[in-house]
């Protein structure tokens, strides 16, 4: 762990217009804090993580999401319980994704599936509030906007510029400030959570993968083009979470 300071800037930094940007679930009773990495099977991670808590293996996600989404969930706003957690000598990890993967996770929830509703909708609304938010013009007017259009865009945002859920995750999970136990992998869910699971004596979840999308990859996903675009403004991600270019 690096200086007070130095915590205290990385718990207080903005991503776009959000006024909470990092999101803890710490869980007193396994003495464990997991940080939340948007896209990277986090509802999933956090089902379990509740399950043993509450030792509450029936009850269906579906049924219990808002209790779940609210449980011991810390954001950034509360810097003081976050240092003492980050200090402390709880369990710490996080779940991290395939750049590539993650921001076609991004497009296919959080742009292509809010136009199956009316441009007036508050889901449809919220969402285009979200890919516009801490940029200084209004660029979009609406969510028509394909893979290869949202790329362009990422490229050339700075991180303070961006919604967090396609922030990249070395900025947002920050493992030069703060010193994780276990760093798991998306690809690898079943086998990290399965190695989680043994070390703690957690009970595995029968539900997983609580959010797939079934909307179809755009061609644009393999553009070469497209993919060096990705590469390089998530390049930190690849390169210190071992993903291949």
């Known amino acids: 762990m690096r200086t007070e300071e130095e915590l205290e800037k990385f718990l207080g930094f903005k991503f776009g217009n959000l006024t909470a940007n990092y999101n803890f679930f710490p869980v007193q009773s396994l003495n464990t804090l997991y940080l939340i990495l948007p896209k990277c099977a986090n509802l999933s991670i956090k089902h379990l993580l509740y399950a043993n808590a509450k030792q509450d ?21 509360n810097i003081d319980a976050l240092k003492q957690l980050l200090t402390g000598d709880c369990f710490k990890f996080t779940f991290v994704r395939n750049p590539y993967e993650r921001l076609l996770s991004c497009w296919k929830n959080k742009i292509r599936w809010p136009t199956t509703f009316d441009i007036k909708n508050e889901i449809y609304q919220s969402h285009l509030e979200r890919l ?61 959570m399965g190695h989680l699971c043994e070390l703690h004596n957690w009970v595995p979840h029968r539900e997983e993968h609580l959010n797939r999308s079934y909307i179809e990859t755009p061609a644009e996903f393999s553009d ?22």
Do not use: C
């Open 57 to 77: 293996f029936d009850s269906p996600f579906r049924e219990i999401k808002a209790e779940i989404n609210t449980y011991n969930n810390t954001h950034s706003s």
């Open 132 to 192: 516009n938010s801490g940029m200084g013009d209004y660029r979009f007017e609406t969510l028509d906007v394909s893979f290869a259009q949202f790329v362009e865009t990422l490229a050339s945002l700075e991180t303070a510029q961006m919604d967090r859920h396609w922030a990249p995750m070395y900025d947002l999970s920050r493992p030069d400030l703060i010193t994780y136990d276990f760093v798991g992998k998306v690809e690898n869910y079943r086998s990290d």
């Open 224 to 245: 070469a083009y497209i993919r060096a675009l990705i590469y390089k403004r998530y390049q930190e991600d690849f390169e210190f979470f071992g993903y291949e270019k």
